[in-house]
């Protein structure tokens, strides 16, 4: 035993690498068949899935430039990170992006920017900027609400998110006078920290489910009586990220309290079957919206992404014969958010927000809807230039996931569904959530939510009006593709240039004043 021993404290340190090298070598050879790069370079194979592995942050902090990142380029996070944190959030020496690309975004100036009036709101808080429209004014109900802010945070549920991120959230939109979507999965106590509450439910009927899975009414009126800050619900149809098709929440994330929320099992996965039990029409879908309505007294919406419109025009009959319906719709982008998807739905299945909405108000607006509705865009709209684009568009709010998330400390890892959220948001990892400072984060996210509305407020002023709702169609300029390989300047930017008086080069050589010459 002592000879062993003597043998083992005699190896050098680098003996003992090389011994470990030699047992993955043999490893790799002879045990493993399961990767045919470490079986045929045994040792060397494991640097190649190491660096893939790592290649995602390597092209985001050394190879990426600041423009071409997606679903967030290093510019946007940048000036979400600055603004969360009330640092210069400026740029110098003109703009780095391609104001020439597709569907970059112009805004067109007054001649002379809006004047304020002497104490005008904006004098006293240069933050503050309201929705113009009251969800369920038009449909009377018993407790309408014009959201304070025109920036609000949109669906994401206790369970995708952490107790300390929607914690964080809550006490952030209370600070900045805006609302906090729940998300599908239920009213949590993280949610009820002061902030106005939207609560949002899908096929899973989480927070109000029957014991056969169904929607109970019950269980709703119970909540709302309950939580006097639920101030709207919303029903989804679909998400951006993957519209037709039902959610999933890992096992892993299902933690007791989340169980009980949602009132399902612990530890295992929870699927959100595509379609609704409550209903299976669009008929059927409004008696739905109105029993909610009137048994709860709020405004009731729905929430979708946007693809075929057969169904929407069905319904924009139907509210136009009976005066009933949705009191708000949501509109989300095709682009996808927070929820995890297959790359088929996220990159494929239903329009980017740009188009979805278009299509839709200009069919709710064909049946004289448009001015009965609150319309709420929710796709990569966290940005004063996209809102305005969007509320020129005929948006009344705009709802912020990602954005929301990133004012918190997300740093794009793109790891949602995975439980491994490095930053604690998206994680029910309690030693990641233990990084989160709630209440440094909520101030982040409504300085965020400020600076948003103070340079919104700042663009529309400079555009001539006092609130955004004014923008018109005709204030934005946007790049469009044209079909055409090329087109002559005066049909591209609609005017002639003035002839420059011409004789000659000779009499341009011959000009006494060429050059400076006396």
């Given at each position: ?11 050098a ?20 068949r ?6 045929n370079f ?5 640097l ?15 190879v ?26 400026y ?39 309201p929705?113009?429209?009251?969800m369920?004014?038009?449909?009377k ?12 945070v949109?669906?994401m549920?206790f369970?995708?998110l ?13 600070i ?7 998300g599908?999965?239920?009213?949590s ?70 169980a009980?929320i949602?009132?399902v099992?612990v ?26 309505a ?21 319904l ?41 909405f278009?299509?839709?108000?200009r ?8 001015e009965?509705?609150?319309?709420v ?13 969007a509320l ?19 740093i ?5 569904h ?13 030693w ?27 663009i529309?002023?400079a ?8 923008f ?5 300029e ?41």
């Amino acid at each position: 035993m002592d000879l062993v021993l003597q043998f083992f404290s005699s190896i050098a340190w680098w003996g003992w690498i090389l011994i470990v090298l030699a047992f993955v070598a043999i490893r790799d050879v002879f045990f493993q068949r399961s990767h045919t790069i470490s079986h045929n370079f045994p040792i060397v194979g494991h640097l190649r899935y190491w660096l893939e592995s790592i290649g995602p942050e390597m092209r985001q902090y050394f190879v990426a430039n600041n423009r071409e990142e997606l679903p967030f380029n290093r510019i946007e996070r940048g000036w979400i990170y600055a603004s969360a944190k009330k640092e210069n959030n400026y740029e110098g020496f003109g703009t780095d992006r391609d104001i020439h690309a597709h569907q970059h975004i112009f805004i067109n100036n007054a001649m002379m920017p809006f004047k304020l009036p002497e104490n005008h709101p904006h004098k006293i808080d240069k933050t503050f900027l309201p929705c113009a429209k009251v969800m369920g004014e038009f449909n009377k109900r018993k407790r309408p609400y014009r959201p304070a802010s025109i920036i609000n945070v949109s669906a994401m549920s206790f369970g995708s998110l952490s107790a300390k991120a929607i914690e964080s959230l809550n006490k952030g939109v209370k600070i900045a006078g805006a609302y906090h979507n729940t998300g599908e999965g239920g009213l949590s106590p993280y949610h009820s920290n002061g902030g106005d509450v939207v609560f949002h439910f899908g096929t899973g009927y989480f927070g109000v489910r029957s014991e056969d899975g169904g929607f109970s009414m019950e269980k709703m009126v119970d909540l709302v009586n309950k939580n006097p800050f639920i101030r709207a619900i919303e029903v989804k149809l679909s998400q951006g990220a993957k519209p037709g098709k039902g959610g999933v929440l890992p096992g892993a994330k299902i933690t007791k309290q989340i169980a009980e929320i949602r009132g399902v099992e612990v530890g295992k996965d929870v699927l959100s079957p595509p379609t609704h039990k409550a209903f299976s029409n669009v008929p059927e879908m409004v008696d739905f919206i109105e029993k909610i309505a009137k048994e709860t007294g709020l405004p009731v919406g729905i929430k979708a992404a946007i693809g075929k419109l057969e169904q929407w025009e069905e319904l924009a009959d139907i509210m136009k014969a009976t005066g009933k319906g949705p009191d708000f719709i949501t509109v989300d982008g095709g682009e996808g958010g927070t929820g995890a998807a297959p790359p088929s739905f996220a990159d494929h299945v239903s329009l980017p927000w740009v188009y979805g909405f278009s299509d839709l108000y200009r069919l709710f607006q064909s049946k004289g809807l448009s001015e009965r509705i609150v319309f709420v865009g929710s796709g990569k709209l966290g940005f004063p230039a996209k809102a305005a684009m969007a509320l020129a568009m005929g948006v009344d709010c705009i709802n912020v996931a990602r954005e929301a998330m990133m004012s918190i400390g997300c740093i794009q890892a793109q790891i949602c569904h995975t439980n491994r959220c490095p930053a604690g948001i998206a994680t029910q990892k309690k030693w990641t959530q233990n990084g989160i400072n709630v209440p440094l984060k909520s101030e982040r996210l409504a300085q965020y939510f400020k600076t948003f509305r103070k340079e919104f407020i700042e663009i529309t002023h400079a555009a001539g009006y006092e609130h955004p709702c004014e923008f018109k169609m005709s204030d934005i300029e946007i790049n469009v593709d044209d079909h055409n390989l090329s087109k002559e300047l005066n049909g591209t930017f609609m005017y002639q240039k003035t002839p420059v008086p011409f004789k000659g080069v000779q009499h341009l050589k011959d000009c006494m004043h060429l050059g400076g010459v006396e």
